[in-house]
């Protein structure tokens, strides 16, 4: 059953979806399915089609005002279930399903979401997710990159911080990940993971002006996003359709509006909150847009360096690349400060791989 307050807005949306023959079933997760929605909080459907990709996209769309994600995955994924879905099966609440699929899909991750098995399984993937960053970090920072070394760095903090919120019970929310994060570390007693994660980040002593200021550059580096995107659409055919299609859904005017309401609600909220989300949705970005503008110039990319890659890419519009340092606040960082970071972090990622077997096995069986 669809929230009240949605049922006229997605009605048409739904009848729409059902009648498409490519699609296998489809069903709401995210703040609206658990019940925590704000007014700033998007629509989040799951769809599940008759193919084979290996890979989700994502479609933003708005419909009476309201802003909708159609996040596309294949029949593949729903057989298989690879691990980054699992939470979104959980929050689902099932809407349409033509043969059965995604309702056994559903009922399998309830029963299995909170097993010391599953757990693990997931926290494999965000193992290796932090290793990545930190592996970049380290390259960064013997490059003399300093800002991407301290970029990747509190990416790799981030990345193992999910273990501990799995450990911890919590659900993993991009809008709550500070408050999400500090519940994990106090019931596991690892409440000195959570400082260093705030320390490092510097989050907890932004102001409400720096937290403003950073936002208006994150408005600024993103519309320069937009008017590359726009200008180089339709992107390359070489490009990943995995970074072309994320690419192609932050690179539109509804992300945008999106990403203001719910960044100016976490400022009423938390500066904290809001500068975390901040930081790490322009990364994810820029991710995705530095590796099509390589792709475009033909130069080869590198992620371990990517701000210094972003700053000598001759087409992307000039500021993305100043606006996106102001954003992410790595303007002035020394190699000290990249040093101290990086063996911070890299402290902390050795001591939660060494932990984390033993803290899964406290969950219940």
């Keep these: 059953m669809l929230p009240g307050s949605l049922s006229g807005v997605l009605g048409g949306i739904i009848e729409d979806l059902k009648a498409r023959e490519v699609v296998l079933g489809f069903g709401l997760f995210g703040s609206w399915s658990r019940g925590d929605a704000t007014p700033a909080s998007d629509v989040d459907l799951l769809v599940v089609e008759n193919k084979d990709y290996d890979y989700d996209y994502v479609e933003r769309i708005e419909v009476n005002g309201c802003l909708l994600d159609l996040d596309h995955i294949s029949r593949y994924w729903i057989a298989k279930i690879p691990p980054e879905i699992d939470q979104k099966l959980y929050e689902l609440q099932i809407l349409f399903d033509r043969d059965g699929s995604l309702t056994r899909a559903k009922n399998l991750m309830s029963r299995i979401y909170w097993k010391p098995e599953r757990v693990e399984l997931r926290t494999e993937s965000h193992l290796f997710e932090a290793d990545s960053y930190l592996s970049r970090a380290r390259h960064a920072l013997n490059r003399g990159d300093y800002r991407s070394a301290k970029v990747n760095s509190i990416r790799s903090f981030w990345a193992i911080s999910k273990i501990l919120m799995e450990a911890g019970r919590e659900l993993i929310l991009s809008s709550l990940f500070i408050k999400k994060l500090e519940d994990a570390c106090r019931s596991l007693d690892m409440y000195t993971a959570y400082k260093s994660y705030i320390e490092v980040t510097g989050f907890g002593r932004l102001s409400k002006s720096d937290v403003k200021s950073m936002f208006e550059s994150l408005i600024s580096a993103w519309e320069g996003i937009m008017k590359f995107t726009k200008a180089m659409s339709p992107l390359p055919k070489d490009a990943h359709p995995k970074l072309g299609a994320k690419l192609n859904y932050y690179g539109r005017e509804l992300f945008l509006k999106g990403l203001k309401a719910r960044v100016n609600n976490l400022l009423e909220f938390s500066l904290a909150e809001a500068a975390n989300y901040i930081f790490h949705t322009l990364v994810d970005a820029l991710e995705s847009y530095v ?22 890419l001759k087409m992307s519009p000039s500021e993305v690349y100043y606006n996106a340092i102001k954003a992410l606040r790595v303007e002035d960082v020394s190699s000290l400060e990249a040093e101290n970071i990086l063996k911070t972090v890299s402290d902390t990622v050795l001591s939660v791989r060494q932990k984390r077997k033993e803290l899964i096995a406290r969950l219940p069986g």
């Design 291 to 312: 590796y099509v503008a390589s792709t475009i110039e033909n130069v080869r990319f590198d992620y371990a360096t990517i701000l210094k890659h972003l700053g000598e």
